[in-house]
């Protein structure tokens, strides 16, 4: 379990717990982008990109990545780190803690200039690579090498919800600092 910084904060933190228990948890049999099976699904593109959640989700996210020294952008694989930059970027403005985003394709782009990663000057930033969910921490690293080819320097990894399956040793093994806002206790569910 985690707790935010400020009451406000964790207000909204409560607020999205209650949306994602009751919206964005699927139970049934499923196989993740890891290729793990388990028996639920937690679908938080649901709620990155609804109205209700989204500003919330960007307050969270700034919240966990405002003490990360010297970071000016956040972002990572698109597509389900897209949404939740975007809403830091906002959030990050009304703040007055200004973060740019990025967007990290899964391949560069085989046309115009043939980037891999978008948005924000990365090249000797320091950056923060953002996550809907994560088993492996894979999708995470594989944004964190292509940041690296362009010049940037990862620094941490924040997810919305961490699954608690390995993710968390994967990225700190590579370096890198380990950031959630939920973990699977506070949703009332185990480890697969």
Do not use: C
């Amino acid at each position: 379990m985690t707790v935010a910084s400020t009451p406000e904060i964790e207000s909204d933190r409560q607020a999205l717990i209650a949306l994602i228990k009751d919206e964005a948890v699927f139970h049934g049999d499923f196989t993740l982008s890891s290729g793990k099976k388990a028996t639920y699904y937690v679908d938080m593109r649901k709620l990155t990109l609804d109205h209700r959640a989204a500003p919330a989700i960007g307050r969270i996210m700034l919240d966990l990545v405002r003490d990360v020294e010297g970071v000016v952008a956040v972002g990572g694989l698109t597509l389900g780190a897209d949404p939740i930059a975007n809403a830091v970027m906002h959030e990050s403005v009304h703040a007055h803690h200004p973060l740019d985003a990025f967007v990290v394709r899964k391949e560069p782009k085989d046309h115009g200039r043939g980037r891999q990663v978008e948005g924000a000057d990365v090249a000797g930033k320091r950056v923060v690579v953002l996550e809907d969910t994560s088993t492996t921490g894979q999708s995470a690293l594989k944004a964190v090498e292509a940041l690296r080819r362009e010049g940037a320097e990862p620094v941490a990894v924040a997810v919305i919800v961490d699954r608690k399956t390995g993710a968390q040793a994967a990225v700190e093994a590579a370096g890198l600092q380990w950031l959630a806002a939920i973990d699977l206790n506070d949703l009332g569910l185990a480890p697969q």
